[in-house]
């Protein structure tokens, strides 16, 4: 006996569709996985911000200290000029001396178009001569202000507030 042969005819055509399915999948799964690391990847950066309260009594105290630093580069404490940096931290030294350590405060200001190397330089040294706190200053000392600790030295004025 002769064998049949039996062929398997396709029903359709094949089909050269893409199957999304698949696809579709892997995103959703990709989306979950990066939702869930998104949130342990942020670094965090530790910021000391002051706190903001506005004090409409004067300071107690008129011996404030308050550093300027102008255009030129020349240090005053308190409206007085001083020689160069060594002499500003031999000078601070002493009158920051002559107050208790939670007192030894010390106010800059800085001329909009001071260098801001010089700045960091004139802080150093306050830290140098022994200032605990160091707070930027943004208003204008009025004229006649005199270095607290010195011979016939009158009181300092008020320094502002040290803004945030």
């Avoid at 300071?59 to 300027?68: A, I, K, R, S, Y």
């Avoid at 030294?93 to 002559?98: D, G, P, S, Y």
């Avoid at 800059?108 to 330089?121: P, Q």
Wanted: glycine content about 6%.
């Amino acid at each position: 006996m002769a064998k049949k042969r039996q062929w398997v005819k396709p029903q359709a055509r094949p089909n050269s569709d893409i199957n999304v399915t698949p696809l579709v999948d892997v995103v959703l799964v990709l989306l979950i996985i990066f939702m869930v690391l998104t949130p342990l990847l942020e670094k965090d950066i530790e910021v000391r911000v002051p706190e903001t309260e506005v004090e409409n009594t004067p300071p107690e105290t008129n011996d404030q200290l308050v550093v300027q630093l102008t255009e030129q580069g020349a240090i005053k404490i308190n409206s007085e000029t001083v020689g160069g940096q060594e002499d500003y931290v031999n000078r601070l030294k002493r009158v920051l001396a002559a107050k208790p350590r939670d007192e030894r405060v010390v106010f800059f200001m800085a001329e909009d178009k001071a260098n801001y190397g010089a700045l960091i330089v004139v802080m150093d040294g306050a830290k140098t001569a022994g200032a605990v706190v160091l707070g930027m200053a943004t208003e204008d000392l009025p004229q006649g202000a005199v270095v607290p600790g010195q011979e016939g030295a009158a009181p300092a004025p008020e320094a502002p507030a040290p803004t945030p």
